[in-house]
């Protein structure tokens, strides 16, 4: 019997997390669509998210692109197929490499940063100031941060997209002697819209699910700084092993044949 | 029409645990319209969940919690943001918006919560750090460049900004020096009295309670146990009430201390 103690605390434990992160969900949700909207919050959040994070996510981009210029070389003139690089760089990219990369740096910078504000706000009472002020918690601190990840992540990672093709064409033609023409022409002609497409519905549901974490973890957070601490760990930690677990949902239902 | 007999705040039967820790067990309170009553108690006695308890921040496990007649108690979206509107209310250590400047902080419920110009709501929020007794110039700053006393004072000029009938006060001198306290209580009392509102706080700071209320509830393992007006604080003959107002270690309530 005390081994199943355990067991049975932890699953139920689970199911109240998952009860409460659904509550909270939908709660957030139906707050997005319901006045009042605050598009000066909104506007800011969208450049917190969208305009300040352009460098980290850039520089994440070109820097993989390149690697994967580099590594695919080395691995395709083994069997004399360099000229599937630019095609391997463009569908890695826009498919997989763009929105995941893109979704794991925006959890890094963003979602941390909104767990830790929302938290303190929760351990100092803003939160509880801000319902006393008839101002719904949820449509003022909630919905325009998910309305913001939901609609920047998606342009981050188009900008990551042409960023990450660039840095496998500059390592191509630069280091490698590819042919610049024949490298775009190649990019260009094996690309497809379902590529790019994809690769931006992953972007908003990734952009969702970091804010959402960022919020959840930080509205519920507890015990002063510590509490401000751990809410901050496990928003990243959660929107990191989401954003892993849909980007093959995601995947499987673009792609599985 | 309200009756006159009607209390503005009325709670019975008040119950809120948290797991097997029982907070408020039972509790019953009256507060009179333009009444200030104060509710004094040792720490983790349940003073704050009683105030979050009215405010709706936290949900009753039993009783009813009447203002103005309308039980308040599970209310949502429009009806509980209607009621939130006749409340103000002074956080123990302001729960200031560290993210807007002084000026939108005290505008913010006129702003959001009535849907206020923001010229008029700024030039209402200086009117109203003039009657707490600070300039124009502490009205740009941000909550975390003011000291103890001026960030209870912006707390104060917030919670009268839209001029609510009913104003709670949660430890108003918690952390200020005797002075500042002194000076707090003295606005509080203003602010009140200017308002005609009814006000509800909760303090140990007896200096404070005897100044801002006209009337005392001792709240002790989840009750009242003692309401009476300020005057007959020093002579209510209950052992709880003078241990407490004498600060006494010995008497009926004892602390949970370990021996060395």
């Known amino acids: ?257 | 029409m309200k009756s006159p007999d009607v209390p503005k705040i009325r709670i019975r039967g008040l119950h809120k645990a948290f797991g097997d820790k029982h907070v408020l067990r039972g509790l019953d309170l009256d507060v009179g319209s333009g009444e200030s009553v104060v509710v004094i108690g040792g720490s983790g006695t349940g003073k704050s969940v009683l105030l979050k308890c009215i405010l709706g921040l936290l949900e009753p496990d039993a009783g009813t919690i009447e203002v103005d007649g309308q039980n308040v108690v599970g209310l949502r979206g429009e009806e509980q943001d209607a009621v939130m509107r006749k409340f103000g209310m002074l956080f123990q250590n302001a729960a200031l918006f560290d993210s807007l400047p002084v000026w939108e902080n005290v505008a913010f419920g006129l702003i959001q919560g009535e849907g206020m110009q923001r010229a008029l709501a700024k030039q209402i929020a200086l009117e109203k750090l003039a009657a707490v007794g600070l300039g124009a110039d502490v009205a740009e700053l941000g909550p975390a460049e003011l000291s103890g006393g001026m960030r209870k004072r912006v707390g104060l000029a917030r919670a009268i900004a839209t001029e609510p009938e009913i104003i709670f006060f949660d430890e108003p001198t918690t952390g200020l020096d005797p002075i500042m306290g002194d000076v707090i209580n003295d606005l509080i009392v203003k602010c009140v009295h200017e308002l005609g509102a009814t006000a509800l706080s909760i303090t140990h700071d007896m200096a404070s309670a005897r100044k801002i209320a006209h009337r005392i509830a001792m709240l002790f393992e989840g009750k009242i146990i003692w309401a009476g007006p300020v005057a007959e604080v020093d002579c209510s003959g209950n052992d709880h009430v003078d241990q407490f107002i004498n600060g006494r270690a010995e008497g009926p309530i004892r602390m949970a201390v370990e021996p060395l």
Not at chain 1, 119 to 124: E, H, K, P, Q, S
Not at chain 1, 168 to 175: D, E, F, L
Request: aromatic share 12%.
């Open chain 1, 1 to 257: 019997m005390p081994l199943l103690q355990p067991i049975g605390r932890t699953f139920l434990f689970f199911l109240a997390a998952t009860g409460r992160v659904t509550i909270f969900s939908l709660t957030s949700i139906f707050s997005c669509f319901r006045a009042p909207l605050y598009p000066r919050l909104i506007l800011r959040q969208m450049i917190e998210i969208g305009y300040y994070s352009l460098p980290v996510v850039g520089l994440t981009a070109i820097f993989t692109g390149m690697v994967l210029a580099l590594q695919s070389y080395t691995g395709f003139a083994r069997f004399s197929a360099e000229s599937a690089i630019p095609n391997v760089v463009v569908v890695s990219i826009t498919r997989e490499l763009g929105p995941v990369l893109a979704g794991l740096m925006v959890a890094g910078r963003i979602g941390a940063a909104m767990a830790a504000e929302i938290g303190t706000m929760r351990v100092t009472e803003q939160i509880d100031a801000l319902s006393t002020l008839a101002t719904n918690p949820y449509k003022y601190l909630i919905a325009p941060r998910l309305i913001a990840g939901l609609t920047m992540l998606p342009l981050l990672v188009l900008v990551a997209d042409i960023i990450g093709v660039f840095g496998g064409y500059v390592v191509s033609v630069y280091k490698l002697g590819f042919n610049p023409s024949n490298y775009l022409t190649n990019t260009i002609d094996f690309m497809e819209a379902q590529d790019v497409i994809s690769g931006l519905v992953k972007a908003s549901v990734f952009g969702f699910l970091v804010t959402l974490m960022g919020c959840y973890h930080g509205f519920y957070s507890r015990g002063g700084a510590q509490g401000v601490g751990a809410a901050t760990t496990n928003a990243v930690v959660s929107a990191s092993i989401l954003i892993l677990s849909f980007n093959y949902i995601i995947t499987e239902a673009f792609f599985a044949r």
